[in-house]
């Protein structure tokens, strides 16, 4: 997901921020759906993650996985670069 990550060009290099998105991922490894949970306060880097997310290339559950779906929530974060 990290090389699919875009920073939104508006973002500013000395501001923090997270999102959560609550993801569940059918047994083949593709993304049904995805939820903001928790918002960072910049619509434009929610949306960042979410189409990191999307983009992504995930691997299948595992053959023994006993359910059909993993539902998890993913924090995404961006750390301000520290000023000198």
Known sequence: MYQRWMRPSSLAEDRSLQVTLRL?????????????LKRSGDGR????????????SLLPLP????AQRLRLELPFSYVARQKK
């Open 24 to 36: 569940v991922i059918e047994h083949e490894g593709t993304v049904k759906s995805i939820r903001v």
């Open 45 to 56: 880097f929610d949306a960042a993650a979410q189409a990191a997310v999307r983009g992504a």
């Open 63 to 66: 053959e023994d996985y006993p």
